[in-house]
């Protein structure tokens, strides 16, 4: 643990807050929100509560925090050593896949292509989704997300990943309530879905469903 009063971020653990123009600085255990251009002081509230629990989610040691772009790093290192590429396949999380692995110096040797496939149209489209899978058991599902990182591979890509979900704050139901977000990851011939209903508003849930998608796949990679 940080055992003096003010303990800055480093540049990675500030990677999540840094698209939207702004740093974090830990102080007496709460955080002080600043932009990176200009002196102007941001409120806890308007920035996304996710990214303050990825600081404070018991890891202890922030400067061990795991930031989108640390796993995005050690999951280049692992695909660059097996010599595979990635692709990705996101509907509710927007590109915060593509654009966290991207993020890294070099990725071009391990990232093969990433689709946004928000419509159900677009799933069909470009990742052959068939029409019949939506319809019986609709967009946010395990058969879902695993045709859609089955066409990702048909695609060339060696790994893929998916998510589909409801990031709210409308669009949910009883069997699927905003937060609920269906993933998959697909390697090695083996294709593995998930879900999890994630707590927060929309932002917040895009980016944990996004950094859960990372971990796991860097915590797959390095069991390989």
């Not at 796993?71 to 966290?100: D, N, Q």
């Not at 093969?112 to 899978?133: F, H, I, R």
């Amino acid at each position: 643990m940080c055992s003096n009063q003010k303990c800055e971020l480093g540049h990675d653990v500030v990677f999540s807050l840094r698209r939207m123009d702004i740093s974090a600085t830990y102080k007496n255990q709460g955080f002080r929100i600043e932009r990176l251009l200009g002196t102007r002081m941001w409120s806890q509230t308007h920035v996304p509560q996710a990214l303050i629990i990825n600081y404070q989610k018991g890891l202890g040691d922030l400067n061990q925090t795991h930031s989108f772009l640390e796993l995005s790093k050690g999951i280049g290192e692992s695909l660059k050593g097996l010599g595979w590429r990635i692709g990705t396949a996101e509907s509710c999380t927007g590109g915060l896949l593509a654009a966290a692995i991207t993020d890294v110096p070099g990725s071009s040797r391990w990232f093969d292509e990433g689709l946004v496939t928000y419509s159900n149209q677009s799933k069909q489209k470009y990742l052959a989704v068939p029409s019949a899978t939506i319809e019986q058991y609709g967009a946010v599902s395990s058969e879902v997300v695993e045709a859609m990182v089955r066409g990702v591979l048909a695609n060339g890509a060696d790994v893929a990943v998916a998510t589909s979900g409801i990031a709210g704050p409308d669009g949910g139901s009883v069997d699927k309530p905003v937060g609920t977000v269906w993933m998959a990851w697909a390697f090695a011939g083996d294709i593995e879905a998930e879900v999890r209903c994630f707590e927060g508003n929309r932002q917040e849930v895009r980016y944990l469903a996004s950094e859960h998608v990372l971990s796991r796949l860097s915590e797959k990679l390095r069991s390989l």
